[in-house]
């Protein structure tokens, strides 16, 4: 037996006991959204638009001290279903926590650096609420300070989509995947994230990742790294989240040229991705209380973040979400003015390369964007 499942016996054995007084359950939740939305750069008939955004099952259970925690994620509308997260959870003793399975990577600010429906643009380089399968530990055995510490083999898992959507990326966060130019996957990802109340309203943290971005056709792998700092602080109702990040998706195409571009792809479809850039990311809200009826709170909000790519003729992204939260018991409603430039998500012409070389041309789009959720 190897030192580090002879390290991992320990933890387990040591951890015997400290879970077996709590009591086992079950417990099945789930949620049901509807988005109602008009875009700018779609002139005609079908806007605004109306669609059932996603349907979704949650399980959560415990047995022997051993926790489930499950999600499962279905799109109508755009016809793919894929695995959120899955992973068996375990309490060694108060301070130590493992996660194996699909959970979510230890980046930045977690769970999410954002406010809105939209997230900020570290999601959509898969640095804001990236799920991968592996090993997740969670410390929280010094004063005022987290550490996690993960090892994930493998991206997520992928789900089911109609045959004119790519399976391959059919899943929630994104990550790297194959083209013809490029059989690149992602593989061993280790990621180290510390995180430090400096009083109870304020937290300062940094976040590590290297991962390899294997090529199949090379046989051959490169270490790609990300860096970030972040600071959320909340006064009162106000509540403020930034993060500076730094990637560099190091890889190589099937003939060992270096990308200055990777595929990435979620929901079923993929664009390209700056292989190396650098992320700014600022978000502020306030939560208002009322009592107008079933409705509880009001949170206005503002988030910004933007790409600055390192390669030489590529565009900025630009990503700026206005909006409002509308709390009612277990009914969560976004509403959107989600503005954005040389960005995948905003434009007709943009989601191919928006985020890779974009255009000195584009224009700032925008989409309103209404979510309903029901969430149980």
């Keep these: 037996m190897n030192f580090k499942r002879s390290l991992l016996l320990l ?15 079950v417990k099945f939740g789930g949620a049901l959204r509807f988005n109602v939305f008009d875009k700018s750069w779609v002139d005609d008939a079908t806007q605004p638009e109306a669609t059932l955004d996603t349907w979704r099952l949650n399980v959560d259970a415990r047995t022997a001290g051993v926790d489930l925690s499950f999600e499962y994620r279905f799109y109508p509308t755009g016809d793919y279903h894929f695995l959120h997260h899955g992973y ?6 108060e301070d130590l926590y493992m996660k194996l399975g699909v959970s979510q990577v230890p980046f930045g600010i977690t769970s999410f650096a954002s406010h809105n429906y939209f997230f900020q643009i570290p999601y959509y380089v898969g640095l804001e609420d990236d799920y991968d399968m592996g090993i997740n530990f969670d410390y929280t055995g010094i004063e005022n300070l987290e550490l996690n510490f993960a090892y994930f083999r493998q991206p997520e898992f992928n789900g089911g ?8 990326a059919s899943r929630y966060s994104y990550d790297i995947t194959p083209s013809e130019e490029a059989s690149i996957r992602e593989l061993n990802q280790f990621n180290l994230r510390a995180a430090y109340m400096l009083s109870d309203e304020m937290e300062v943290g940094l976040s590590g ?12 792998g490169e270490w790609s790294t990300a860096f970030a700092a972040h600071l959320e602080a909340n006064y009162g109702n106000f509540n403020f989240k930034g993060e500076y990040i730094y990637y560099n998706y190091a890889a190589k195409d099937n003939a060992g040229n270096t990308l200055d571009k990777v595929q990435m792809g979620a929901y079923a479809a993929n664009y390209n991705v700056a292989a ?14 009322v009592a ?5 709170s009001i949170q206005p909000y503002i988030d910004y973040s933007l790409i600055n790519k390192a390669a030489a003729g590529f565009e900025t992204t630009h990503h700026l979400i206005p909006g409002m939260m509308i709390t009612a018991g277990s009914i969560y409603t976004y509403v959107d003015y989600a503005m954005g430039k040389n960005n995948a998500w905003f434009g ?18 925008k989409r309103f964007n209404i979510n309903l959720g029901y969430y149980f």
């Design 161 to 168: 989509a109609n045959s004119d959507l790519d399976k391959n």
């Design 276 to 289: 190396e850039a650098s992320m700014l990311v600022a978000g502020a809200a306030y939560t208002i209380p």
């Design 348 to 365: 007709a012409d943009t989601w191919t390369d928006g985020l890779a070389e974009g255009n000195p041309d584009a224009n700032w789009e």
């Design 209 to 220: 990742q290297l991962g390899e971005i294997y090529n199949d056709d090379l046989e051959e």
């Design 11 to 25: 933890y387990i054995l040591a951890g015997i006991g400290a879970n077996a007084q709590k009591e086992d359950y």
């Design 292 to 296: 107008w009826g079933p409705i509880s």
């Design 88 to 93: 068996l959870g375990y309490g060694f003793n």
